[in-house]
């Protein structure tokens, strides 16, 4: 044979070679090379596929290659592919890089035509066998080759089987067969517009090729997008001989996990169904029968399986799962893989092979992940009896139970009021937030992963099901209709983040057991995966050297947030208390017109910011608070332009005097901004509005004092958002440090500032003279970086920049490492070269984000912020960015 790049035999492969051999190819390597009983085959490389998708042809010389592999093939067996008088046969196989398990194709039987029909018969005694297996290669390579509909194959299979009064395809004699591909090869022709091919070598051409182009089929790319899998790996084709467990009932095929991938557990996990090919036990034509009987139908091969499992298992040091066929009493192993597992599988499993000393505690880290944390803390579906009305996008994971309500001070309402309610939106713009705060779930029936619904619920910890497009959402009269069912305000929905499942009524919820761990409810050793959870946590937060906090605004959230592990607030927006009953007090302030009313307007939010702070130095007392000075624009606080300019209105009408509404209208109309993201807000509001900062930084020192006396040890750090110049901190710090020395002389307040202008991430050494730490404030730094608002861009065109693969995520998801990390970058260096002990933490959503936990880690920050249910996803991950 000569020496080839394409193509590669399996005894010159290994399980490292998954990049160019795919997961299979590389696999069916490992388990030739480790003496287990693989059918002889080669993999044509994903470099090939790669070849054949960007020039629309495979390399030119593939056709030589495979041909010296066949020959070889051909040798290993005694038999020539396609031979009439004794064929080999092959299966043409797909297999990526990552796993993508149903989503690509796979040709079996390939070699078999009307002449080597007869021989394989002849040859094997078995009619019936070798006609079943040519009208299965006729069904495969008509529908994966040649686009012929699987309806039509099924509707004559199912003709036949109606017409001999047989159940299943396995009641078909060797006649019954013959005629059956008879009737195959008409559709074939009738679909395809050619007839079935007949020569062997052309067979397998064609189906490389399909298995190639299934690459880019519409579920796999789909699947990719999902799984953040690269849209231009493409995958390797394994050809393999085949085996068969369509011989009879001595013969047959399964599939089986070295442990259950729901649990963990140890035991006997898999399916088996004799006189069968492969895609029989998927398919689910027949039914499979638990693996354990393969010992009383065959007890020489089971106890081989499960010695081969055991060598797999000892050889991976995991969860595998495999595919096997039995062919007249004889194991054949056809595949292998770690096994995908639930996520609390991953932690009892991790754990199992630590105990059992197979791996270590940093290796037993490495194999869970904070995606799958965070799947373990939201709560759970007592039961799932009920049948879904609806199925949305799966946005953020949990189950939540609710009155429907169709907007958000409603929901805040209730919400307040003790209900539990289900926002139910077309979509959802930062408006809704106090309404999905308040709510157990959020329910849209437009947008995607991405949209502003599933972005801030994931962010909350909130259950959310986006794009439920069936839904018909009629806000107006508070009501949506599904299926010509109506569902109005106050009636009971239940949402299944998970799934994306929409349930009319209640299903019963329960909050997660790992939750209930760290609410101290439940003892770390109580349960397997408890102990699992505790365990790899434990060893994270040893190996760790970013700091997690948490971003709180109540004194609620801060105690929970501590209970989870959070090691100080990164973040509180003070602006979050200026809502509700206080809304008019901040309308005052807004609407004075002079000095002393607006002073009267701040002296009454003081004490009332006073306590919120107190609240949080109390709870984090000994850690670290960061309290961000008011950032968002002002006019947020007032009602919107539209709904005064109606209220004027109608009150002229009338003839009445519009009065308080018409001094808002003016107020409202004065501040528009026609981009108030980049309007007066942040520090730029603390240099225009008088006393406006002066009265929060003074509620801080006040709180800081309270709690100190009170017996605390409270730590405040102010900051300042949205600074572009350090002259512009330089002017806020001066006023504050002079208000912190008039409360009280002996405290020491750090003050800091967001980075998360360009120009601030740029300028970071001249800022660092003024800021004795600084925060990324990463969701601005990215709208900013990118020129791009969140609120607007997410549903409109993010769809079709993941789908043109201009991101991979989107960069509000997870930091774009290149663009807007390279800002954090610089300015990392610079500030800490300006100031040696700069703090530097991350405050914004990315805070929470497994991926950008490593990047943080990576750029050497000191701790990350996000929220409360975050904080243990990021102390496991920061952990995990150590090992
Ligand atoms: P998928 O990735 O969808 O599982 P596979 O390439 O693994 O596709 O093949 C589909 C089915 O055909 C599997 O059940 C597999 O075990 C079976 N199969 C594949 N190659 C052979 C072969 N050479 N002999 C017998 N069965 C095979
Ligand atoms: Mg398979
Ligand atoms: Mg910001």
């Known amino acids: 044979m ?32 480790l003496g287990l009983p693989v059918p002889p085959g080669f993999t044509i490389t994903t470099e090939a596929c790669r070849h054949h998708l960007t020039t629309g042809d495979v390399p030119p010389e593939l056709a030589g290659e495979v041909d010296s592999h066949l020959e070889a093939l051909e040798g290993a067996m005694g038999k020539r592919l396609g031979d009439p008088a004794d064929p080999l046969l092959v299966s043409v196989r797909s297999g990526a890089a990552f796993s993508m398990p149903g989503m690509m194709e796979t040709v079996l039987n390939v070699g078999l035509s009307d002449a080597s029909v007869t021989g394989l018969a002849e040859r094997t005694g078995n009619e019936r066998f070798a006609w079943d297996s040519y009208r299965r290669l006729i069904q495969m390579f008509g529908r994966t080759v040649c686009d012929v509909p699987g309806d039509a194959f099924e509707d004559a299979l199912d003709a036949a089987r109606r017409a001999r009064g047989v159940e299943h395809d396995t009641g078909l004699d060797a006649a019954a067969l013959k005629e059956l591909v008879g009737t195959f090869k008409e559709i074939f022709a009738k679909h395809a517009g050619r007839d079935f091919p007949q020569d062997p070598r052309e ?9 190639f ?126 096994g995908k597992r639930t996520a609390a599988a991953a932690f009892t499993i991790a754990t199992q092979l630590l105990d059992e000393g197979v791996i270590d505690l940093d290796e037993a880290l490495r194999r869970v992940s904070g995606a799958q944390l965070g799947q373990l803390m939201f709560p759970t579906f007592a039961t799932t009896e009920e049948k879904p009305v609806a199925r949305g996008v799966a946005a953020s994971p949990g189950a939540a139970v609710g009155k429907a309500v169709f907007d958000s001070a409603r929901a805040a309402e209730l919400g307040a009021a003790g209900e539990n309610v289900i926002l139910v939106r077309r979509e959802t713009n930062p408006d809704d937030l106090p309404g999905m705060i308040a709510a157990r779930g959020v329910l849209t029936s437009r947008g995607g992963k991405t949209s502003h619904a599933a972005v801030v619920a994931r962010g909350m910890g909130k259950t959310c099901v986006c794009g439920a497009d069936r839904l018909d959402v009629d806000v107006h009269n508070r009501q949506f209709t599904v299926d010509g069912q109506t569902v109005n305000e106050g009636d009971v929905v239940s949402i299944d983040g998970s799934t994306g499942d929409v349930y009319l009524g209640e299903v019963p919820v329960e909050p997660s057991l790992v939750v209930r761990y760290f609410e101290g409810e439940v003892e770390p ?83 009332l910011q006073r306590k919120d702070f107190a609240s949080l130095l109390r709870e984090m007392s000994g850690l670290p608070v960061t309290i961000r000075l008011i ?83 409270p730590r405040p750090e102010i900051m300042v958002p949205l600074v572009g110049a350090v ?30 202008l360009p120009r ?63 800002l954090i970058r610089i300015a990392v260096a610079e500030g800490r070269e300006a100031r040696a002990d700069l703090k530097v933490g991350v405050c914004g959503e990315h805070g929470g984000d497994p991926e950008s936990v490593h990047f943080f880690a990576d750029v050497g920050l000191d701790y990350v912020s996000c929220s409360p249910f975050r904080v243990p996803v990021a102390r496991l991950e920061a952990g995990r960015a150590a090992v």
């Open 727 to 756: 002259q512009e901190l330089e002017t806020v710090k001066a006023a504050a440090t002079a208000v912190i020395a008039d409360v009280d002389p002996g405290v020491d307040v750090m003050i800091g500032t967001m980075i998360e």
């Open 2 to 33: 000569t020496a080839s790049t394409f193509v590669y035999d399996f005894a010159d492969g290994n399980r490292d070679m998954k990049d160019l051999l795919g997961g299979k190819g590389a696999n069916l390597a490992e388990m030739s090379n």
């Open 525 to 607: 050793d109580s349960e397997p995966l408890v102990r699992a959870v505790h365990t790899l946590l434990t060893h994270a937060d040893g190996k760790r050297t970013l700091n997690v906090r948490t971003n709180a605004d109540t004194g609620a959230d801060a105690a929970r947030a501590r209970r989870f592990g959070a090691e100080g607030i990164g973040l509180c927006r003070t602006e979050h208390m200026f809502l509700g009953e206080r809304r008019p007090m901040v309308e005052r302030l807004i609407l004075a017109t002079d000095d002393a009313e607006r002073q009267a307007a701040l002296d009454e939010l003081r004490p």
């Open 760 to 822: 601030a991430a740029l300028t970071a050494g001249q800022i660092a003279g003024a800021a004795e730490f600084f925060s990324f404030g990463t969701n601005d730094l990215t709208q900013l970086g990118w020129g791009f608002s969140r609120d607007d861009v997410e549903s409109s065109f993010f769809t079709r920049y993941l789908e043109l693969g201009i991101f991979g995520v989107s960069p509000f998801e997870s930091i774009d490492t290149e663009g807007v990390g390279r």
């Open 631 to 713: 950032d968002p624009p002002l006019h947020e606080f007032l009602p919107s332009l539209v709904d005064l300019e109606v209220l004027v209105a109608i009150a002229k009408e009338r003839g009445e005097d519009p009065g308080r509404d018409g001094d808002l209208l003016t107020a409202v109309r004065r501040m528009h901004e026609e981009n108030p993201m980049l309007g007066l807000r942040g520090v730029r509001l603390g240099l225009v509005v008088p006393g406006l900062f002066d009265m929060q930084v003074r509620a801080v020192a006040e709180a800081a004092r309270e709690v100190r006396e009170a017996g605390g040890d």
């Open 203 to 211: 067979q397998l051409e064609l189906a490389t090729r399909a298995v």
């Open 213 to 338: 182009d299934s690459w880019n089929a519409d579920r796999a790319v789909l699947y990719r997008r999902q799984e953040r899998i690269p849209a231009d790996a493409g995958t390797a084709v394994n050809v393999v001989a085949m085996v068969f467990g369509n011989m009879g009932d001595d013969s047959g095929t399964g599939v089986a996990f070295t442990r259950d991938p729901g649990t963990g557990a140890q035991g006997i996990y898999g399916d088996y169904l004799q006189n069968a090919q492969g895609e029989d036990v998927v398919a689910g034509i027949r039914n499979t029968v638990p693996l354990g009987d393969l010992e009383r139908i065959d007890k020489a091969v089971y106890d081989e399986l499960l010695r081969t499992m055991s060598t797999l298992e000892d050889h991976y040091r995991d969860l595998c799962d495999i595919e096997f066929t039995v062919e007249r009493g004889k194991l054949w192993m056809l595949q292998t893989r770690v």
